[in-house]
């Protein structure tokens, strides 16, 4: 059995911390990485782009849409996955 994991996170609180808090969250965020990766549970992951860089597809009735953005309103971002 495989399993994904999604990483969520709140770019605005991500660009508001502080170096020193910024270096602290992403030195644990390395850790658990490289704990996953020396279990040999890690197959692969990747971060994302941020929010506004985002296109959403939709299909509907054979019609393919675009539109800038993501599709919903939220606090958290989809940042990655492993």
Do not use: N, W
Request: hydrophobic share 30%; net charge negative.
């Amino acid at each position: 059995m495989k399993y994904l994991c999604l990483i969520y996170d709140d770019e605005k609180t991500m660009a508001g911390m502080s170096q020193s808090d910024s270096e602290q969250f992403m030195g644990e965020y390395f850790a658990f990485t490289e704990s996953v990766k020396k279990s040999g549970h890690y197959l692969g992951g990747e971060a994302l782009q941020p929010v506004h860089t985002a296109t959403t597809v939709r299909i509907r009735s054979g019609k393919t849409s675009t539109t800038d953005g993501p599709f919903a309103e939220t606090k958290e971002q989809l940042g990655g996955f492993y």
